[in-house]
């Protein structure tokens, strides 16, 4: 599902530019046909008062081409309009895939930190180091800039986590579906997403009761 996610926004991106040089194309188009329509009327100006053709009505001529102008003047505005407001969801969509990127691997962080813990108490304190150190400026640089895989794993050596990468990565994913990032998969059922548990008390032994 993040495969095809990640493919979908990629595409997205990827057609930005030849949307975008479409829109200029258009604009280009409509303001030569505005030079066009500007140079027709003044050549009828200019054959109206130095040249004037028997049965010729001018006035109505140059009121036809001036009309023209108008929606073509008009067209131009739209164009120019709508490119701004593609420039603007471009911009807000870029955004906020850093922002999913952003949170996807912070949780991933705290996914290991959890499951590094051996007692509620070290979890606690590991989890407000991982929150304290995700903000710091290289840290933050560094999640910016890399790929999730390479970002998450790179804090794990850094932070002396188990490199699970792909393991934390999934707890992430599942950890922003219930939040709603992400869609559910198609025939999911509603069941309660399992509990992070951390890893001590997996190790833990019943106590013996025989």
């Keep these: 599902m993040l495969r095809s996610m990640d493919t979908a926004q ?7 530019p030849a949307a975008e040089e479409r829109a200029a194309r258009h604009l280009r188009m409509l303001a030569r046909a505005a030079e066009i329509q500007m140079e027709i009327m003044e050549a009828t100006r200019t054959e109206a ?4 053709q028997p049965g010729v009505d001018y006035c109505r001529r140059i009121d036809v081409i001036a009309k ?3 929606l073509t003047l008009l067209l131009e505005d739209k164009f120019a309009n709508h490119r701004g407001e593609r420039r603007k969801a471009a911009a807000k969509r870029e955004a906020a895939q850093e922002d999913w990127h952003d949170l996807r691997v912070k949780l991933a962080m705290l996914a290991a930190a959890y499951e590094s813990s051996e007692d509620p108490e070290e ?3 590991r989890a407000a180091e991982v929150c304290e150190r995700v903000e710091q400026p290289e840290v933050a640089e560094l999640i910016k800039a890399s790929r999730a895989e390479v970002a998450v794993a790179a804090l794990c050596r850094r ?3 188990p490199p699970d990468v792909e393991r934390w990565l999934e707890m992430a994913d599942k950890g922003m579906e219930n939040l709603g990032f992400i869609p559910p998969q198609d025939g ?5 997403p399992p509990k992070l548990r951390p890893a001590g008390a997996s190790r833990r032994k019943p106590p013996d009761t025989g």
């Design 10 to 16: 990629t595409d997205s991106i990827s057609e930005a």
């Design 49 to 52: 008062v130095e040249a004037p």
């Design 68 to 70: 023209s102008l108008r």
């Design 123 to 125: 979890v606690e304190r």
């Design 159 to 161: 932070w002396g986590f």
């Design 188 to 192: 999911e059922d509603d069941e309660d």
